[in-house]
């Protein structure tokens, strides 16, 4: 089955403008959550959605927000961009409640310049 | 604060030798999973261990997750140079599934294997 596909791959925005990633699920998987990978922060969780509704929150600013559709499709935004939000944004995808893995999508590199 | 401590950092190794990478943490996970990494890509899931204890093999790699359920190992038997990487140790807080799509990630070990 087709895996977490991420769009587009590659952005590169200005400083001030707002971005917005896409993210697909694996079909069935109703759990997507999303990542920031730095070079410096290593990975850390921005948020996670489950059938239409934020279950949980990291420890990002307002500027970053997300949504879920009801097929499962999510998207994350990012307003007033700031330089230091260049990174790889990675969405992954659970169909289970419990302790199961995760399947991580390829992200989405965003340079802010 | 970094809940889950992952050495070494990097490992340059050749291809044949033994090698042990080590996750721990202060704090008591209710699963821990292993992934892996290459540039440009996501992590990809290689293990998950959820009991204290608990030793999975998966061809030359055992992964051991600690009684009290703080620490990890993975261990690599006859390392080749296919197993380089970006190997990322990470960890779920909450009983009974509640962790709701945070994981809690090492820093990860850049693993080298030269040929």
């Known amino acids: 089955k087709a895996g977490v596909t991420q769009t587009p791959r590659y952005l590169i925005k200005t400083r001030g403008q707002q971005v917005t990633l896409s993210c697909s699920p694996i079909?069935?998987?109703?759990?997507v959550s999303w990542y920031q990978q730095t070079p410096g922060q290593g990975l850390q969780f921005l948020f996670e959605?489950?059938?239409?509704?934020?279950?949980n929150k990291g420890n990002f600013p307002g500027r970053f927000s997300g949504r879920q559709f009801s097929n499962s499709r999510s998207e994350m935004n990012v307003s007033t961009l700031e330089l230091g939000d260049s990174a790889l944004y990675l969405c992954?995808?659970?169909?289970?409640?419990?302790?199961?893995?995760?399947?991580f999508g390829s992200g989405t590199r965003l340079t802010v310049v | 604060t970094q809940l889950l401590e992952q050495s070494p950092q990097f490992l340059s190794i050749q291809e044949g030798e033994n090698l042990t990478v080590y996750c721990n943490s202060s704090?008591?996970?209710?699963?821990l999973q292993w992934y892996r990494q290459e540039p440009g890509e996501g992590p990809v899931l290689l293990v998950t261990?959820?009991?204290?204890?608990e030793v999975k093999k998966l061809k030359r790699l055992t992964f051991q997750f600690g009684d009290a359920r703080k620490d990890s190992s993975l261990h690599i038997t006859a390392a080749q140079p296919g197993d380089t990487g970006l190997y990322l140790c990470?960890?779920?807080?909450?009983?009974?599934?509640?962790?709701?799509?945070?994981?809690?990630f090492g820093q990860g070990t850049i693993l080298t294997v030269h040929p």
């Open positions: 992954a995808s659970s169909s289970r409640l419990t302790l199961s893995g995760y399947t």
């Open positions: 079909s069935g998987h109703r759990s």
């Open positions: 959605y489950f059938s239409e509704t934020q279950r």
């Open positions: 704090s008591v996970f209710s699963s």
């Open positions: 261990v959820v009991t204290g204890g």
């Open positions: 990470a960890g779920a807080l909450g009983a009974g599934g509640t962790s709701y799509g945070k994981l809690t």
